[in-house]
């Protein structure tokens, strides 16, 4: 917009130029540009000798003109000294000490003075007239026009600027929330007549986007509490069975439910910000329990899963039950996509990072860019693609982050925990 005022701005400029002959009282075209053609030529020979006496000094191309046109004829006066040339001795210009009115008068500074000029009996090539105007013109009016565009980008850009604050301010709530989260209405006050219905329009539309987000949110957590019975019930009966290779992978079915309804929960929970980071929680002792909890699970499928600590305990100011939902979600994830017949292993390290590796078949490269987003798996079988997405989430709200790097065979997550502030390490005495 601001680009297009200005060229607006420079094109009337130019106009104003170009236009000159249009507005000028002339007899015609080629008279007007004759004129335009001597001017420069008359203009550049007089001139001031070394008592700044006012002289003709003809210039080559004056001289050429002169010997091309011999009726014409100039008058130059600086109210000092007065130059008559060509055939102004025998036009009778003046009459008595006036000169004569019909003579065309013009008008140039040279030194400090003002030069009054009267010419007649020019004749020219048009062609010649147009390019001395224009050499003229944009000589002298170029860089004045380029000054005042200058000036004029300034102060658009500036009045611009200020207009449209509202509108920045709207840009900027809207911007502000953070993915998941409800975007406010944006601020109308201010906001230009013109760009209003704009700004009115996105609000009705991020309305409508929150009803149906809504809608989604309170589904999925319906469906989820929903499931937990029957599934529950399931797990009765299937204990009621006997001991076999069926009841095993009846088990891990019923399982991976277990954990796909308490994803869908987890989801909702992350969309409404229920994470509760008020207690006291020790990653050792949780991530031993989760262990402890899939081991079974891990063997029956043919793999193993071990714990080692260089911490005794490593405490964090979190939600236990999120924290070990990150857990059960990265072993669960590797028995399920990492391949039979694997080794998990769940590491506190000495920094008070953890890690979770495994030698399974890892993740391609080209899928682990977005193997954190909802509905991704990362690798073969089945699930929802919830897992990672729920572990980056929770544990972005405690302040924490994780990597996915690959594990010469296998992949590896890491876990960084924030600083001192919310973790404190315990040592074997504490």
């Not at 600086?78 to 008008?107: C, K, W, Y």
């Not at 929680?281 to 909890?293: P, Q, S, T």
Request: aromatic share 6%; with cysteine; net charge negative.
């Amino acid at each position: 917009m601001i680009q297009g005022l200005v060229a607006f701005v420079a094109l009337v400029g130019l106009l104003v130029i170009l236009t000159e002959p249009l507005r000028e009282d002339r007899e015609s075209f080629a008279e007007w540009f004759a004129r335009e053609e001597v001017k420069p030529l008359l203009a550049e020979s007089l001139v001031r000798d070394a008592t700044g006496r006012l002289v003709l000094a003809p210039s080559p191309d004056l001289a050429a003109y002169m010997a091309g046109n011999p009726d014409f004829w100039f008058f130059a006066t600086d109210g000092v000294t007065t130059i008559e040339g060509g055939a102004a001795r025998s036009m009778n210009l003046f009459d008595g000490d006036q000169v004569n009115a019909h003579a065309p008068a013009f008008h140039f500074g040279i030194r400090h003075s003002r030069i009054a000029l009267m010419f007649g009996g020019h004749r020219g090539d048009i062609g010649d007239g147009v390019r001395a105007w224009l050499a003229d013109r944009l000589q002298r009016w170029l860089a004045a026009l380029i000054v005042v565009t200058a000036c004029t980008t300034l102060v658009i850009a500036r009045l611009v600027h200020f207009l449209l604050r509202p509108v920045q301010r709207a840009a900027q709530a809207a911007a502000a929330p953070a993915p998941g989260q409800r975007v406010p209405a944006l601020p109308e006050a201010g906001v230009p007549v013109e760009i209003l219905p704009l700004v009115t329009a996105t609000n009705a539309a991020f309305a409508r986007l929150d009803e149906e987000h809504e809608r989604q949110r309170r589904f999925i957590a319906n469906a989820a509490h929903e499931l937990r019975t029957p599934i529950a019930i399931l797990g009765v009966r299937l204990d009621e069975l006997p001991e076999g290779p069926a009841k095993l992978a009846l088990r891990h079915d019923v399982k991976r439910l277990t954990m796909l309804a308490d994803q869908l929960l987890d989801v909702e929970r992350l969309q409404r910000g229920g994470i509760d980071g008020s207690r006291r929680v020790d990653v050792v002792a949780l991530a031993r329990e989760v262990v402890a909890e899939m081991g079974p699970l891990a063997i029956g499928l043919g793999s193993t899963l071990s714990f080692d600590t260089a911490l005794p305990r490593l405490e964090l100011r979190g939600d236990e039950h999120a924290l070990r939902g990150v857990f059960l979600n990265l072993v669960s994830n590797a028995l399920t996509h990492g391949g039979a017949n694997i080794a998990i292993d769940m590491r506190v390290r000495a920094d008070g990072s953890v890690e979770v590796a495994d030698t399974g078949v890892g993740i391609v490269p080209e899928a682990r860019g977005r193997v954190f987003d909802a509905f991704q798996r990362s690798g073969g079988g089945g699930g929802a693609g919830l897992g990672l997405y729920i572990v980056r989430e929770v544990l972005r709200a405690h302040g924490a982050s994780i990597d996915l790097r690959d594990g010469h065979p296998g992949a590896v997550f890491l876990i960084r925990f924030p600083p001192s502030g919310t973790l404190s390490v315990v040592d074997a005495g504490a």
